[in-house]
């Protein structure tokens, strides 16, 4: 598993948020430090206070009156004064530096000698060891409630504090928003320049540094567009251009008296129209065919068909229950076509082709196989690029070495992948793998 997200926008967002808690955590220890002082001085002075009060009033007063004095002072004040005894058990000091602070303002003014704690004979409150003269009998523990040094945190402080934390953490997602809107919208068109298509504008409002990536993107989108507009007129002048000819060169040919010579001058001219044909189907953008809903097994079976009526031993087997995909029919059954075309050039015409569509919880495949001699796995990703042949291809080269290219860039324009593997008994299996949507990407 993950323990950071992802996206920007959570990234960003969560840097904020520790970045804030930090520092609220820092203000926090900042303002308890400089608060210690004065609070540990303003109860070091009172405990002062009362012990020399204390102390003048049980000194002033009269040995028969002293007891009311003390029941008096518990009463309204709730000190209590009791005897020092050498024997009392008392708990040390907790190490609190503000405890320790006040034990040595404390000191400073009352003796050396004197002592708190919290805790005496297991009562627990705040003692204070002071002498009222030096007889054995002038030692006393005065004693306060404990509220006197609690601290009591107000909620109404907490809940403000929490309220500003979230007020602050909703800003920061929303300045992060704000700025990841732009790169996500960015991604999206990114994402469609790559399919072949043309995205729509990009807002070129906004901070000057989304704005300027943006206004690039949209310069960049347009030259493209302008880019793909003259090759698709470069490539109709191709076609007309060149097939005029080779039309004329055909019917010249048809005239030629030689029939070995006219056969193989055919077959040169219809090599040479299938070559350009391939350099039209690879340089065509896919981008420029509607998306339609479509029967692939019926397109399958259409295929085939095609090439049994040619004469040639194709079979589209299997029949399992596939929805309409969304789909680019032409370039789909331009990829099976070429992938046809493969396994009967390098297996032999007159060897068996089956086409097969199968499915999993990936998607769809669509399968053609051949019995041929295969590809080494080491070439696999080689062949797929333009004009990549075997070596043990090159001698009787035919065709421009654009055919895999091509069934792979149609793959890729549909969200999925070609495949070539191995066949069990010999031979190779090419697969094109979509997506389980069927949605081009």
């Known amino acids: 598993m993950r323990l950071l997200p992802r996206s920007l926008l959570w990234r960003t967002f969560l840097l904020l948020a520790v970045l804030m808690l930090i520092s609220v955590t820092a203000w926090f220890a900042i303002f308890r430090a400089y608060e210690r002082e004065p609070r540990a001085r303003q109860l070091a002075q009172t405990l002062v206070s009362v012990a020399n009060l204390t102390r003048a009033a049980l000194i002033s007063a009269r040995a028969d009156s002293r007891r009311e004095l003390l029941r008096e002072l518990s009463d309204r004040e709730g000190i209590h004064i009791y005897p020092a005894e050498p024997g009392d058990r008392i708990e040390p000091l907790p190490d609190r530096a503000f405890l320790l602070r006040v034990e040595e303002l404390v000191r400073d003014q009352l003796g050396p000698t004197t002592r708190l704690t919290l805790e005496r004979e297991g009562e627990r409150a705040l003692f204070l060891n002071f002498r009222i003269d030096d007889s054995e009998d002038g030692n006393y523990w005065l004693t306060l409630p ?34 990841t809107r732009p790169l996500k919208a960015l991604q999206h068109a990114a994402r469609e320049v790559g399919a072949g298509g043309t995205p729509t504008r990009l807002d070129e409002n906004g901070p000057t540094e989304l704005a300027t990536v943006a206004h690039a993107f949209n310069q960049m989108s347009a030259d493209l567009a302008r880019i793909d507009q003259d090759r698709a007129l470069i490539l109709a002048g191709i076609s007309h251009d060149l097939r005029t000819p080779l039309t004329r060169l055909r019917m010249g040919i048809e005239m030629a008296g030689d029939e070995l010579l006219r056969e193989g001058m055919t077959a040169d001219v219809e090599e040479m129209d299938k070559t350009i044909g391939q350099f039209l189907d690879f340089a065509r953008s896919e981008g ?33 229950d596939v929805p309409r995909l969304r789909l680019r029919p032409q370039a789909m059954r331009r990829a099976v076509s070429n992938l046809i075309d493969n396994a009967l050039r390098h ?9 097969a569509l199968a499915g999993d919880d990936d998607g769809w495949t669509v399968q053609v196989r051949d019995h041929g001699p295969g590809i080494p796995p080491a070439e696999i990703e080689r062949v797929k690029r333009p004009f990549a042949r075997l070596e043990s291809a090159r001698s009787n080269a035919v065709g421009a070495g654009l055919g895999l290219a ?10 999925g992948k070609l495949a070539l593997l191995p066949r069990d008994g010999g031979g190779l299996v090419a697969c094109i793998r979509l997506p389980l949507a069927g949605h081009p990407s």
């Open 288 to 320: 420029g065919e509607a998306i339609a809903e479509v029967d692939l097994p019926a397109l399958l079976n259409e295929i085939a068909g095609q090439y049994r009526r040619r004469g040639y031993a194709v079979d589209c087997s299997g029949s399992i």
């Open 347 to 355: 297996a032999g015409r007159d060897q068996p082709v089956e086409i």
């Open 146 to 179: 404990r509220e006197r040094i609690e601290r009591v945190f107000p909620l109404g402080w907490l809940g403000w504090g929490v309220a500003a934390l979230l007020l602050s953490l909703g800003g920061a997602w929303l300045i992060v928003f704000r700025i």
């Open 406 to 415: 091509i069934v792979d860039r149609v793959a890729r324009g549909h969200g």
